[in-house]
């Protein structure tokens, strides 16, 4: 049954973890895996998630299963998050879903369900499991353009144009916030713009919003699902709690559709639950349960927005500190993109070829696209990775 088999392609980014642990150089920078560090290089539990693990360990009871669309309450809590009090509730549903990548993949199902083979329009560049559920799910990928390399920047106008000839019933994958792997989000106005397009052509958005909290902070990085809700008869959402909570191994997400009208919306949602109970049957409770905790009670979830905030200033904080590194070793601006980009990840610039000679001569690891996790630099080592890529670029 195996002897025809291939291997397949590595994955660009899990691929590295490996290679990284049997480096046995003491000066090792990961800058590769997308997860956020603190000053001493640890990815930190935040306050209240250990708080309400505690709650959880002493007050629960058992361990049965919580049901193909997990806990409701989470989902609630976790709707109003993104959506915001004042959105259609009526026409909103949700399902808890093993983390983001898990409501991408039962979104995706039902989308090839209600129009088989339907063009999903994806970003060029996007996080590289896009495209494969996408595709997994027999979807057809078309890419549009995003980023203008020469800038750093969204490339708008392009963008806009590609859409304003998108044919009506198109899915349209955006990135809620903190676009990955670039960092470089529409402002409020291009949003506005290309909502209107959208609407106007009978588009349907798909809005994947893993890294709410880590842009311009929880209420602002939900701007375009809240503007689209408002605007467009149907839409899907895909969170996730993995960055903003700290809960990477828990997978905790959710999927959410907005159908015409409530009707709709349930026949939408009990064809979710469907996708779920055949892709992992059940969600994981624990990750949902900490998150669940933290909302319900004010104290915690107020001392986690207050760690939320810090750690998207300390984010903030490294960028403009790299950004004026380069600009001090190449007494030019070419990297000021670094601090107007939002969020964990940026491309640096690099080829493929230069970003393993950054490996391998300057023990730094990155995506070979280029991405770079600025929430795995730590302070002291901003100049180091500064010198080390202009070095490889033969600029230095």
């Known amino acids: 049954m195996f002897d025809d088999l291939i291997m397949p392609p590595a994955d660009k980014i899990l691929s590295l973890m490996p290679i990284f642990r049997q480096d046995s150089r003491s000066n090792k920078i990961d800058l590769g895996v997308g997860v956020y560090r603190d000053a001493s290089g640890t990815t930190p539990i935040p306050r209240a998630v250990r708080e309400a693990e505690k709650r959880i360990h002493t007050a629960q009871t058992t361990k049965a ?22 959105a259609p509730w009526e026409r909103i549903r949700g399902i808890q879903t093993p983390g983001g990548a898990g409501a991408l993949t039962v979104l ?7 129009r088989p083979g339907a063009a999903v329009h994806v970003p060029d560049p996007t996080w590289v499991n896009h495209v494969s559920i996408l595709e997994d799910n027999g979807l057809r990928v078309v890419t549009y353009p995003y980023l203008d390399r020469r800038t750093g920047e969204v490339d708008f106008d392009t963008l806009l144009d590609h859409f304003s000839r998108s044919e009506r019933g198109d899915i349209v994958l955006l990135h809620g916030c903190c676009h990955n792997p670039t960092g470089a989000d529409p402002s409020r106005s291009q949003w506005q713009a290309l909502a ?31 503007l689209l809700a408002g605007m467009v008869p149907e839409m899907l959402v895909s969170s996730s709690c993995s960055k903003n909570f700290g809960i990477y191994r828990e997978r905790t997400g ?40 933290v ?62 000679m950054l490996r391998e001569q300057h023990a730094i690891y990155i995506v070979e696209d ?27």
Not at 65 to 86: H, M, Q, S, T
């Open 108 to 114: 995706a199902g039902l989308i090839s369900l209600a």
């Open 65 to 86: 299963y919580v049901g193909p669309a997990g806990d409701p309450v989470f989902c609630d809590l976790i709707g109003r998050l993104v959506f915001g009090e004042a």
């Open 254 to 293: 959710a999927a959410f559709i907005l159908a015409r009208n409530a009707d709709r919306a349930d026949a939408a949602k009990a064809q979710l639950t469907v996708r779920a109970r055949v892709v992992y049957s059940m969600p994981p409770d624990h990750g949902s349960a900490i998150v669940r905790t």
């Open 370 to 396: 280029g991405r770079i996790n600025v929430a795995g630099l730590q302070a002291s080592q901003i100049d180091t990775f500064a010198e080390a890529v202009l070095a490889v670029r033969g600029k230095r």
């Open 196 to 226: 209107e397009i959208i609407a106007e052509r009978g588009l349907v958005p798909l809005v994947d919003i893993a890294y709410q909290g880590f842009g311009e902070g929880l209420e602002d990085d939900a701007f375009v699902v809240r």
């Open 295 to 356: 909302l319900e009670d004010p104290a915690l979830a107020a001392d986690w927005r207050a760690e939320l905030d810090d750690m998207r200033s300390s984010i903030l904080s490294l960028r403009q500190g790299l950004a004026a590194s380069f600009r001090r070793f190449t007494n030019g601006s070419d990297y000021d993109f670094l601090a107007k980009n939002k969020g964990m990840f940026s491309l640096i610039g690099l080829t493929p070829g230069e970003a393993v």
